[in-house]
């Protein structure tokens, strides 16, 4: 069975664009989570999309944004990017038992955004 | 606040060494968790995780934990560590709605020939 697969895997942008990455879940994964990963901040939860429904959001500001399609793939869109933005932006996916915390993802590649 | 401490930012261990990477967690309820192992430049790949019963879980190349709810632990442990297990290590615990995961800072583990 393939992993999760996200593209593009490198990205680069100036401040003030606005870019969209993309996420191919687990076939069956109903549910996709995004996360940020920074040398500071370190892993840092984004969303979760269930059935084309945000289930829950982390901390961050409006200019981060996501969807979920009708066949669990995922998009994040940054809009407005600032120089802190650059990361590798993680997608994982998990099957969406009835029970969410048994629950396990399995992660992609990663997305690497720069920003200049 | 749900939280994971690790508190070695990075070990360096001989190669066929033991390896234990310290994890503690804080959570109220009955925590769900996980490690991870991180290559450069890759995802994070699953290596065990714990929901309940045996306190002793094993995971993918010969590493297991170890749930100590009264120490509020979950230790990574390998009796012999290969050079190619150099990599980035977090643990992690599930949020109360279960739909995210709480990280650690991660250690870096470097192994010596």
């Known amino acids: 069975k393939a992993g999760v697969t996200q593209t593009p895997r490198y990205l680069i942008k100036t401040r003030g664009q606005q870019v969209t990455l993309s996420c191919s879940p687990i076939s069956g994964h109903r549910s996709v989570s995004w996360y940020q990963q920074t040398p500071g901040q370190g892993l840092q939860f984004l969303f979760e999309y269930f059935s084309e429904t945000q289930r829950n959001k982390g901390n961050f500001p409006g200019r981060f944004s996501g969807r979920q399609f009708s066949n669990s793939r995922s998009e994040m869109n940054v809009s407005t990017l600032e120089l802190g933005d650059s990361a590798l932006y993680l997608c994982a996916s998990s099957l969406a038992s009835r029970t969410a915390s048994t629950d396990t993802q399995y992660f992609g590649p990663g997305t690497r955004l720069t920003v200049l | 606040a749900q939280s994971v401490t690790q508190p070695d930012i990075h070990i360096t261990v001989s190669e066929g060494a033991s390896l234990e990477l310290r994890c503690n967690y804080s959570y109220g309820a009955t925590p769900y968790l996980f490690w991870y192992v991180q290559s450069p430049g890759q995802g994070l790949q699953l290596l065990l995780k714990?929901?309940?019963?045996?306190?002793l879980v094993q995971g993918i190349k010969g590493f297991e934990a170890e749930f100590k709810r009264s120490q509020s632990s979950f230790n990574l442990r390998k009796p012999s560590v290969h050079w190619s297990d150099a990599a980035e290590y977090f643990c992690a615990v599930k949020n109360q709605a279960g739909t995210a995961l709480i990280f650690g800072k991660g250690t870096t583990l470097s192994v010596s020939s």
């Open positions: 714990y929901f309940s019963g045996d306190t």
